[in-house]
């Protein structure tokens, strides 16, 4: 097994970048590292707004602030560090050393998230999960902005970067929904004192030592099983740039038309998803009133939803292009995504408690989290595209500085996500220690009123973003060829073998 999975790692030819398939292995194994991040969001995402509100005693609004403090002092060092991963020099290539140094960091701050000291006032409370969650994001980016970088380098085909990142997604969000799952079923579980499990302090301090450790252990795998690979891609010669060149260099490759609105309208649509997932838990809870075996069948049911992204988005985008596809998976996502709230609103729905309920949104989970994979997925391998793109207008390669964008949209999930869901709650006067069914039903219906217009809002915006991407598998393929004329006339710096 070693020995097939070191001859699949074994570099290709720069002439069959292009076009050669990348062996599963290295799919595998580059994708495993994603698990550190899915763990992350799905944390963020879907238990520390309710952790720090219903367990800790945070007001939503404070959480909300202290995770958008953190994704704004993010945002800032995203580029730093895509444009320092580029141009870095050493034995270990240009992004390995960075993705090695985030491991121990990484697993030992998101440890400390969930056991917050006891007795501190909400001030220093507030202060805390501020500084954590800056230490969280600040050395996930280390792994995570070099660590998408890598796509590019590793493949030029314009369809096997979806495949490729098919499998990031799907580790992401399997890895997630993994610990999600154990984490319901056997730490989030009622005992004497707490008779709803999702309010059990005890079982998000399991829940923490768990998710740093399989963080640490994944990020260290990926980075090693990927290693020899990435050191075939030979990078530009170095040079000597003052701060100002640099800076300039930076907005000249973030000013690609395509990449803009790309960008943009993943974060819309980021957002939409990130609002989704902090509310997801109050819906589940308060509003359709499910039980932690329940949420734990919800869970297990979302596993069909990544590997439905794992095996369709790739031969979909082969088929119908990725802008095409990712316009329609929008559509699909926000509509599937409202139909049972809004249904419900309008007093459509079975009533709580009743089996039928339960089985719809069910399957309603499965269809939407299925495009919302896809779509992300389809977002980074456009991404992923615009390297070469850029590379054509500018001269330089610049992957990092790219997929700094890509992991600043990924993070707006947890971050305008948790704001922007807490401040729903804030708004409709949500109460603190709830308790489901006695929720008075106004609120709750206030609820659903207010989410609905926010994410039609967000999935609009991001749609109309989206149409200012123009690159096409026929324009990729013309700007490879290009590139590889004038490498061969001018001797340029690019991917050897």
Known sequence: MAQAIESSLAPVSAANRSRAALPIPLKLLYGLGSVAFGIKDNGFSYLLLLFYNQVVGLSAPLVGLAIM?????????????????????????????????????????????????????????FAYLVVIAIIIRTFLTFYEVPSSALAAELTQGYDERTALMSYRYFFAWVGGLFLYLITFTFFLVPDATHKTGQTNPLGFARYGAVAASLMFITILISALGTQRRALAFVPPPRERKSLGA??????????????????????????????SSSMNIYFNTFYWEFTSHQFSLLIAGVFASAFIALFAVAPLARRFGKRPLAVSLVIAAVSTGLAPILARAAGLMPPNHSAILFDIIFVQSIITVALNIAGATLITSMIADVVEDGELKTGRR????????????????????????SLILALIHFPAG??????????????????????????????????????????HAETLATLAARRETLKEPGVAA
């Open 69 to 125: 403090l953190a994704m704004v002092c993010d945002a800032c060092l995203d580029p730093i560090v895509g444009q320092v991963s580029d141009t870095w020099r050493s034995r270990l290539g240009r992004r390995h050393p960075f993705m090695y140094a985030a491991a121990l960091p990484v697993a030992l701050s998101y440890l400390a998230l969930w056991n917050p000291p006891q007795g501190w006032s909400t001030g220093g409370l």
């Open 434 to 475: 709830a308790r489901a069914g006695n929720v008075p039903e106004p609120i709750l219906r206030h609820m659903a009123l207010v989410y609905a217009p926010c994410q039609i809002a967000l999935y609009a915006v991001g749609l109309l973003l989206l149409m200012g991407y123009t690159i096409t598998r026929e324009s």
């Open 246 to 275: 640099t800076l300039k260099e930076m907005a000249e490759t973030w000013s690609n038309r395509s990449f803009l609105f790309l960008t943009l309208s993943g974060l819309m649509t980021s957002m939409a998803v990130g609002v």
């Open 398 to 421: 610049s992957e990092g500085l790219y997929f700094s964008a890509s992991s600043l949209v990924a993070k707006a999930v947890s971050g305008v996500g948790i704001f922007a869901a």
